[in-house]
C-alpha cells in the first residue's frame, strides 16, 4: 500500500463503525433483549443516518440509494406469488402423492421430501419453501406415526444447500448476485455443480445421521387423496412459473433486473387469479423482512459512506494479493462460521462492500463472491438460528411439542448442532476440495 494512499481513521469512520457492530449485536442477540431484529435494525438505520448528516458523510438520498431496491421488491414480489399459489391447494396434493409413493419406505419419503422441497427453493426461497412444506410433513408424519423431527430437518438442511444454487434460490444469492452485477444462467453454471455435488452428500449422510428414527416402521399409512382447491388456478400458477424461469434466464439478453421478471410474473398471475383479492395476497407479503431487508442495507451504505470499509479493506488487500487462493477459502470458512453464528443475511451485507472496495483496488475478486455464496449458505446449517428457514422448521417442532404434550418433539438447539453442525462441515469439506481443484474456473473474471 502506497503511503499517500494510507486512509486514516476519523472520528465518522469510528462512529458509523460503532453503530454498524452495536446494530449488529442487537439483531444477533434477540433472543436475550426481547426487541424483534426488524425493530433494532430500523432504530441503527434512523442513527446511522442522523449521526451521518452530522459528520457529513451520510444523508437521506444516499440511504435511499443504499438499498439495494432490486432485492426488496424481488422478494416481496416472490412472496405474493407464493401466497397465490397456496390457495390452489396443489403444494398439499404433491405432499399428499409423495406420501402415497412413498408406501411408508422411511428413507425413500425423506429423499422425495427433500427433493421436492430443493427443487420448489431453486426458485422461491428457501423460507417460503419450509414455510409450505413444514406443516404439510408434520401431517403425514402424524399419519404415519412417525418422528417428524428428520422430515424438518432434512427439508430446513436440504433446502438451505440446494438454494445456494441460483440467484433467487436464497436472499444472500440476491445481494451477491446484484451487487456482482451477476446474472441467473452464469450464477448457475458456477454454483450448480458444487452444489449438487455436497446436496448429494447431505442427503446420504442425513440418512446415517438419523439411521436410527428411519429403521422404524410406521404403525400408520398415508393414503388420502387430498383434492386441488381450485385445480385451475395451480395449473396457471405453475405455467407462469415455467415463464418466470425462462425470463430468468435471458434476463440479461432483455435488460431485465430479476425483480422486473418476479413482477412481471406477479402481475400475469394476479390477472389470472381473478377470484383472488389483491388485499388478501398482500398480507401474506413479509412486510417486516422487507424493512429489515431496507434497514440493514441503510446502515451500511452509512458505514460505507464514512470510508470505514475502505480502512479496513486498505490491510486485508495485501493478504489477499499474497496467496488469493487462501484468501478465498478463509473468506468461505469465516463466512459459514459468521453464518451459524448469526443470520447469514447480515454478514452477506458488512462483505459486499468490502468485496467491492477491494475491486476498486485493481483485484479480480470473482472467486470471493462465489466462496462468500457458498460460505454463507452453507454455514446456515450449522445451528438452529443460522438460516430464517431454520428458525421457522424449529418453531413448527415446538407447536408440534406443545399440542401432542410431548417435548420430545421439539428440534432443540443441541438436537440442531448433533445433525446439523456435522453437515455443515461436510459441506464445506467438500465445497474446500472442488474450490481447491476447479479454482481457475472459478477466478474467471465476471465480465
Not at 503511503?3 to 476519523?10: C, D, G, K, L, S
Not at 442427503?203 to 386441488?228: C, H, M, N, Q, W
Request: charged letters at 10%; aromatic letters at 10%.
Amino acid at each position: 500500500m502506497d503511503a499517500a494512499h494510507i486512509i486514516e481513521m476519523n472520528q465518522g469512520m469510528m462512529v458509523s463503525g460503532i453503530i454498524l457492530a452495536m446494530s449488529f449485536i442487537g439483531i444477533f442477540t434477540e433472543t436475550l433483549h426481547g426487541f424483534s431484529r426488524v425493530k433494532v435494525a430500523m432504530l441503527g438505520a434512523a442513527v446511522m443516518l442522523v449521526v451521518g448528516q452530522y459528520y457529513g458523510f451520510y444523508s437521506p438520498e444516499g440511504a435511499f440509494e443504499a438499498v439495494d431496491w432490486n432485492v426488496v421488491f424481488l422478494l416481496g414480489a416472490m412472496m405474493a406469488i407464493v401466497s397465490i399459489m397456496i390457495n390452489s391447494g396443489g403444494f398439499e396434493v404433491l405432499a399428499a402423492n409423495i406420501g402415497k409413493v412413498a408406501k411408508g419406505r422411511q428413507f425413500m419419503l425423506l429423499a422425495m421430501l427433500g427433493t421436492a422441497v430443493t427443487v420448489i427453493s431453486l426458485l422461491l426461497d428457501n423460507v417460503t419453501t419450509v414455510v409450505i412444506f413444514g406443516p404439510l410433513i408434520v401431517l403425514i408424519c402424524q399419519k404415519m406415526r412417525v418422528s417428524a423431527i428428520p422430515y424438518l430437518m432434512a427439508a430446513a438442511l436440504l433446502s438451505d444447500t440446494g438454494g445456494v444454487a441460483t440467484l433467487v434460490g436464497d436472499p444472500p444469492n440476491l445481494m451477491i448476485g446484484s451487487a456482482a452485477n451477476i446474472e441467473f444462467m452464469p450464477f448457475v453454471a458456477k454454483m450448480g455443480p458444487i452444489v449438487f455435488v455436497a446436496w448429494i452428500a447431505t442427503l446420504f449422510f442425513l440418512r446415517y445421521l438419523f439411521k436410527e428414527d428411519l429403521a422404524v416402521t410406521p404403525e400408520g399409512t398415508f393414503e388420502d387423496s387430498i383434492p386441488y382447491k381450485d385445480k385451475g388456478l395451480w395449473n396457471k400458477s405453475v405455467a407462469v412459473l415455467g415463464v418466470m424461469v425462462v425470463l430468468f434466464i435471458i434476463h440479461g439478453q432483455i435488460h431485465w433486473e430479476p425483480w422486473m421478471v418476479a413482477g412481471t410474473g406477479l402481475i400475469i398471475l394476479s390477472i389470472l387469479a381473478k377470484e383472488i383479492e389483491f388485499e388478501e395476497v398482500m398480507h401474506e407479503v413479509e412486510i417486516p423482512l422487507l424493512m429489515f431487508f431496507v434497514s440493514l442495507f441503510m446502515i451500511v451504505g452509512g458505514v460505507e459512506g464514512s470510508k470505514f470499509l475502505e480502512y479496513l479493506g486498505q490491510f486485508i488487500i495485501p493478504f489477499v494479493k499474497e496467496d488469493f487462493l487462501m484468501a478465498c477459502i478463509i473468506l468461505m470458512w469465516v463466512a459459514a462460521i459468521m453464518s451459524a453464528a448469526i443470520d447469514n443475511i447480515p454478514f452477506t451485507a458488512a462483505m459486499i462492500p468490502i468485496i467491492l472496495a477491494l475491486e476498486t483496488q485493481g483485484v479480480n475478486v470473482a472467486a470471493l463472491w462465489w466462496c462468500l455464496a457458498i460460505g454463507v449458505g452453507m454455514g446456515g446449517n450449522g445451528t438452529h438460528i443460522g438460516s430464517t428457514a431454520n428458525v421457522y422448521i424449529v418453531t413448527v417442532s415446538e407447536r408440534l411439542a406443545k399440542t401432542e404434550g410431548n417435548p420430545d418433539l421439539a428440534i432443540t438447539p443441541l438436537k440442531w448442532a448433533q445433525k446439523g453442525l456435522p453437515v455443515m462441515l461436510l459441506t464445506l469439506v467438500i465445497c474446500t476440495v472442488i474450490m481447491y481443484i476447479f479454482f481457475p474456473y472459478y477466478a474467471q473474471p465476471l465480465h
